[in-house]
Structure formats: structure tokens, C-alpha cells
């Protein structure tokens, strides 16, 4: 069987309220341990008395009850600041809303500008098609009507002769710049016949005085 404390719960209690009737504060477990001579182990009384004074600050806070007039106030207050929340939430979405609506008044209006724009420069392109158009038609028109007009014994036109290799190359070269030009060799020259030397003339013989 366990050892019967020295010291029972309710006497520790009992002992730690006299002390702090009579010593006009909080009472310790070191001031309870002394009052009752030195007898009990410390950590027991402090835990006893710890426990005590929790549970008598929350029958304290459970019986105090508070006046009438303060919980209308304190209701008052609360129905006040509810208010109060309410409408700074109503003006802010309704900043918002206003400042989104103007947003899209402003881009609505961008758009217009642009599709105004974009309309003017397809009329523009339209006009200048149809002018294209008619200039071609009157071109195709005309070469018919060449066509129709010209002789059917027409001098046939003299043939080109083909150009020299020389200038078929410069022409290939024009034609592709970056192709290298086609070296011609020139045509062989006739070998000159060497003339015959002229005879050399023998000098006249002088005839010596006798």
C-alpha cells in the first residue's frame, strides 16, 4: 500500500488561503511549506497548490458576468464596426467595377480607331487593285487588237546570227555573276612565209690604167 502523505490536499489548501488572507498576496509553495514546518515534499505542495489556483481563476472568470449596460455596448460596438466593414467593402468593389468598366471604354474605343484605320487602308488597296485591273484589261485589249491588224504576209524577221563565243560568254557571265567566265582561246595565226633573200649584187670590176 502507498505511504499516507504527511500532508493532505486539503490541508495544503486550506493553508495556502490563510496565508494570503493574512499576508495580503499571492501566497508561494515555499510560504505554504513553512507554515507547515518544513514537512511535505516541495514538488507535491507546489503542484497541489498550482493546480488550485488554476481551476479557482477559472471558476473566477466563469462566475463574473458582465452589467447590462456594457453588452448593449459592447453589442453596439460590434454592430457598428460590422457596418463599417460592410461599406468599405461595397465602395471598394464598386471603385473597382468603375475603374474596369472605364478600362474597357478605353480599349473598346482603341479598337474602333484601329479597325477605323485598318478600314481605310483596305479601301485604299481595293481602289488601287481595280486600277491595276482595268490597266490590264486594256492592255490585253490593245494587243488583240494588234494582233487582229497585222498582215499575214509579213516580212519574216532576219535571223539573228549566233554570237561570238566570246560575247556568249560575256552574256552567260551577266546572266549568272557568280559564274566564273569561259576563257575562248583565240584562233591560231597563220604562220608568215619567210621571203627569200635578195641576191647580193657583185661589184663592177675597175679596169687598172696599162
Not at 176 to 189: E, G, H, I, Y
Request: proline share 8%; glycine share 4%.
Amino acid at each position: 500500500m502507498p505511504r499516507t502523505p504527511i500532508n493532505t490536499d486539503e490541508k495544503i489548501i486550506e493553508t495556502g488561503e490563510a496565508l494570503s488572507k493574512k499576508l495580503g498576496r499571492e501566497t508561494t509553495a515555499t510560504d505554504i511549506q513553512k507554515a507547515l514546518g518544513g514537512k511535505g515534499k516541495y514538488a507535491r505542495i507546489r503542484e497541489i497548490w498550482e493546480d488550485h489556483l488554476a481551476t479557482r481563476e477559472t471558476e473566477q472568470h466563469q462566475d463574473i458576468s458582465l452589467p447590462d449596460d456594457v453588452r448593449d455596448q459592447i453589442g453596439k460596438a460590434a454592430s457598428i464596426f460590422e457596418e463599417s466593414m460592410q461599406n468599405m467593402v461595397r465602395g471598394l468593389i464598386s471603385r473597382m467595377t468603375d475603374q474596369t468598366v472605364r478600362q474597357f471604354a478605353f480599349k473598346e474605343r482603341d479598337f474602333a480607331m484601329l479597325e477605323a484605320e485598318h478600314a481605310t487602308k483596305v479601301k485604299a488597296l481595293e481602289e488601287e487593285v481595280a486600277y491595276l485591273t482595268e490597266c490590264l484589261d486594256q492592255l490585253e485589249a490593245e494587243n488583240e487588237v494588234t494582233d487582229a491588224e497585222a498582215p499575214d504576209d509579213a516580212p519574216e524577221q532576219p535571223s539573228v546570227s549566233e554570237p561570238a563565243p566570246a560575247a556568249s560568254a560575256l552574256a552567260a557571265a551577266r546572266k549568272s555573276p557568280n559564274r566564273p567566265l569561259r576563257k575562248t582561246r583565240p584562233a591560231p595565226r597563220k604562220a608568215a612565209r619567210a621571203k627569200a633573200p635578195a641576191p647580193k649584187k657583185s661589184p663592177a670590176p675597175t679596169s687598172k690604167p696599162s
